[in-house]
């Protein structure tokens, strides 16, 4: 699957970088990679249709207990969280450090914010 997402988002930022310029695609990159995404699950998995992956490894979505594929409602919230999923957790984690940071919470000694847990001392 991520050779044939990879080729989607090539030819979506080569398609914007031909209409919009090299410096405005670049600028926009991100949000092109998001969009080739939503595009290459919204055709694969939000059309009922499986991913390359699942077709090679013989696999379908169901519905758990059942043999029926997933309705609409869930093939969209499938495709969301397939192609933002990854993005907003990026960005909600840059928050929450931006937040820390921001009330002080690293005057531990910089450890804050590293990504490395510490059990918190007994009392």
């Given at each position: 699957d991520d050779l044939y997402k990879q080729a989607v988002v090539d030819a979506l930022y080569d398609a914007m970088r031909?209409?919009?310029g090299a410096h405005t695609a670049l600028q926009y990159?991100?949000?092109s990679r998001l969009?080739?995404?939503l595009l290459y699950y919204g055709a694969t998995t939000g059309c009922n249709s499986q991913t390359l992956g699942e077709e090679?490894?013989?696999m379908a979505q169901v519905i758990e207990g059942?043999?029926?594929p997933p309705g609409l409602v869930r093939r969209l919230a499938l495709v969301l969280a397939q192609s933002l999923g990854r993005a907003a957790a990026a960005h909600a984690a840059a928050?929450?450090?931006r937040q820390a940071?921001?009330?002080g919470a690293s005057a531990?000694?910089?450890t804050a914010g590293s990504g490395e847990w510490e059990p918190e001392a007994s009392p």
């Open positions: 031909g209409v919009l990159s991100k949000h969009a080739a995404l090679y490894c013989n059942t043999c029926a928050e929450l450090a940071e921001a009330s531990d000694g910089g």
